[in-house]
């Protein structure tokens, strides 16, 4: 049985993401330890979800403390000490939802993942009745959002004088962005603030089209940067005062340079993901600092493999893919809420201009081939095979998906979406246009190809 993708359990709730996927997921979580929080979205779907994953958890003997709606980044937070489930489905439609499982702090790993897919499929007996669990509320924002506040405050300088406007979406973000930037002093204006779970404002996925709204706002209200989030609040885009997006490996690049540079390590790391562009290799370089990669949606799986192969001076400074950024100083989980934090006084030593300045902006593009799930291994595998022969001039690696790099520095990448039908493209080039249309021919006859494989 295969659950979960690059990012939890996803999937729609009448179908995939069931109340009784919920209560095994539960009760197979259980066995992994004593104590657990539980914390949910906005959705329409995620308290009932909250309630099926409690009660799994609690007849498999666990003590569980629900701390209602909250930011994912919250939850994880709250984590830390035990074990923690998070009903969201982040940036996906209204009518998904999604089950993520934390220890202590941070995602579990693949293997940990492994393991309750093994136990949901047996699906074994609830504990004896004398052995259930208890359940207790508890609230966890006030020191979720403390503990943020601390943190951002040891980065970059106050920003009184910076206006900073915040597109919640409707979700997650509207209990916690906006109240930290107002503690660390910035004007905030928010948009979108209230928390609903139809999302109806725009989609929950904050891209430069969901964002139109908001980037009009930005540019016409004299505000110096925007931030939107999606339902979760893992994720973070970045607008420019003129209303434009900011490409979100710029924003990571512009991070993972000042961590490195704020380090004391002898060998500072950013740990990064294939998709990832070489803009961040650049300025993590300029910085002496050096830049790994691991599959995407396993960013803590990386951060743990560098910590362990790294010598005495090695610290991984910074972990991202894009939209998606760990600060491993604050924590272990993805945190949109801390970037937002971060950038802000970031933005108030030195503006997102000047900053952006120093990015080198390579054309970057990425696309979607629609691709039925059950049939990405076999259109992987035919793109593995062709895809090399269509470029024999360049480099090729497969250890996260079908990678190929050019003499020029330029790159691509195939790879199945873990969340989504879709086989995903990227591709970095000063001819970025031509390599993206040669790829996704590659593609799409592999896809077809697939129906028969």
Same mark, same amino acid.
């Given at each position: 049985?295969?659950?979960?993708?690059?990012?939890?359990?996803?999937?729609?709730?009448?179908?995939?993401?069931?109340?009784?996927?919920?209560? #095994?997921?539960?009760?197979?979580?259980?066995?992994?330890?004593?104590?657990?929080?539980?914390?949910?979205?906005?959705?329409?779907?995620?308290?009932?979800?909250?309630?099926?994953?409690?009660a799994g958890l609690q007849s498999a003997g666990v003590t569980v403390t629900?701390?209602?709606?909250?930011?994912?980044?919250?939850?994880?937070?709250?984590?830390r000490g035990r074990r923690g489930v998070m009903l969201t489905a982040s940036?996906?439609?209204?009518?998904?939802?999604?089950?993520?499982?934390?220890?202590?702090?941070?995602?579990?790993?693949?293997?940990?993942?492994?393991?309750?897919?093994?136990?949901?499929?047996?699906?074994?007996?609830?504990?004896? +009745?004398?052995?259930?669990?208890?359940?207790?509320?508890?609230?966890?924002?006030?020191?979720?959002?403390?503990?943020?506040?601390?943190?951002?405050?040891?980065?970059? /300088?106050?920003?009184?004088?910076?206006?900073? /406007?915040?597109?919640?979406?409707? $979700?997650?973000? $509207?209990?916690?962005?906006?109240?930290?930037? #107002?503690?660390?002093?910035?004007?905030?204006?928010?948009?979108?603030?209230?928390?609903?779970?139809?999302?109806?404002?725009?989609?929950?996925?904050?891209?430069?089209?969901?964002?139109?709204?908001?980037?009009?706002?930005?540019?016409?209200?004299?505000v110096d940067v925007g931030i939107g989030h999606d339902g979760d609040a893992?994720?973070?885009?970045?607008?420019?005062?003129? $209303?434009?997006?900011?490409?979100?490996?710029?924003?990571?690049?512009?991070?993972?340079?000042?961590?490195?540079?704020?380090?004391?390590?002898?060998?500072?790391?950013?740990?990064?993901?294939?998709?990832?562009?070489?803009?961040?290799?650049?300025?993590?370089?300029?910085?002496?600092?050096?830049?790994?990669?691991?599959?995407?949606?396993?960013?803590?799986? $990386?951060?743990?493999?560098?910590? /362990?192969?790294?010598?005495?001076?090695?610290?991984?400074?910074?972990?991202?893919?894009?939209?998606?950024?760990?600060?491993?100083?604050?924590?272990? +989980?993805?945190?949109?809420?801390?970037?937002?934090?971060?950038?802000?006084?970031?933005?108030?030593?030195?503006?997102?201009?000047?900053?952006?300045?120093?990015?080198?902006?390579?054309?970057? #593009?990425?696309?979607?081939?629609?691709?039925?799930?059950?049939?990405?291994?076999?259109?992987?595998?035919?793109?593995?095979?062709?895809?090399?022969?269509?470029?024999?001039?360049?480099?090729?690696?497969?250890?996260?998906?079908?990678?190929?790099?050019?003499?020029?520095?330029?790159?691509?990448?195939? #790879?199945?979406?873990?969340?989504?039908?879709?086989?995903?493209?990227?591709?970095?080039?000063?001819?970025?246009?031509?390599?993206?249309?040669?790829?996704?021919?590659?593609?799409?006859?592999?896809?077809?190809?697939?129906?028969?494989?």
């Amino acid at each position: 049985m295969e659950l979960f993708g690059t990012a939890g359990i996803r999937g729609d709730v009448v179908e995939r993401v069931t109340p009784d996927l919920a209560l #095994r997921v539960g009760r197979a979580a259980g066995r992994d330890g004593e104590a657990f929080v539980v914390g949910h979205d906005g959705r329409t779907s995620s308290p009932a979800l909250a309630d099926a994953v409690a009660a799994g958890l609690q007849s498999a003997g666990v003590t569980v403390t629900r701390v209602g709606s909250v930011p994912t980044p919250a939850l994880a937070h709250a984590s830390r000490g035990r074990r923690g489930v998070m009903l969201t489905a982040s940036h996906n439609p209204p009518a998904d939802n999604g089950i993520k499982l934390f220890v202590d702090g941070r995602e579990y790993d693949r293997e940990a993942e492994r393991t309750i897919e093994e136990r949901v499929e047996r699906d074994g007996p609830a504990a004896e +009745w004398r052995s259930w669990g208890t359940s207790e509320r508890a609230e966890t924002l006030p020191t979720y959002h403390a503990t943020v506040t601390d943190y951002a405050r040891g980065h970059g /300088a106050s920003p009184d004088d910076l206006t900073v /406007a915040v597109d919640c979406g409707n $979700g997650m973000a $509207g209990v916690a962005t906006p109240q930290v930037l #107002r503690s660390l002093g910035a004007d905030v204006r928010t948009t979108e603030a209230n928390v609903d779970g139809f999302f109806p404002a725009r989609e929950s996925k904050p891209t430069a089209e969901t964002l139109s709204t908001f980037r009009r706002f930005v540019a016409s209200t004299g505000v110096d940067v925007g931030i939107g989030h999606d339902g979760d609040a893992d994720r973070i885009v970045v607008v420019d005062g003129d $209303g434009s997006v900011v490409h979100e490996d710029t924003v990571l690049a512009m991070l993972a340079e000042h961590y490195v540079r704020a380090s004391d390590a002898a060998d500072p790391v950013v740990v990064t993901t294939p998709n990832a562009s070489g803009r961040i290799d650049e300025r993590v370089a300029a910085a002496d600092g050096r830049v790994e990669r691991v599959r995407l949606g396993a960013l803590h799986e $990386g951060v743990a493999r560098e910590r /362990a192969a790294g010598g005495e001076g090695t610290a991984v400074v910074f972990a991202a893919e894009p939209w998606k950024h760990i600060h491993p100083a604050l924590g272990g +989980w993805i945190d949109g809420v801390a970037s937002a934090a971060v950038l802000t006084r970031l933005f108030a030593a030195e503006s997102l201009a000047d900053r952006r300045a120093a990015v080198t902006e390579r054309p970057y #593009r990425k696309e979607s081939v629609e691709c039925p799930d059950d049939r990405k291994a076999a259109a992987m595998d035919r793109v593995a095979a062709t895809l090399p022969d269509r470029f024999p001039e360049a480099t090729v690696a497969t250890e996260y998906g079908v990678r190929l790099s050019f003499p020029d520095d330029a790159w691509t990448l195939v #790879r199945p979406s873990g969340t989504e039908p879709y086989v995903r493209i990227y591709a970095e080039s000063d001819d970025v246009d031509d390599l993206i249309a040669a790829v996704r021919q590659v593609v799409r006859e592999a896809v077809e190809g697939s129906v028969t494989a």
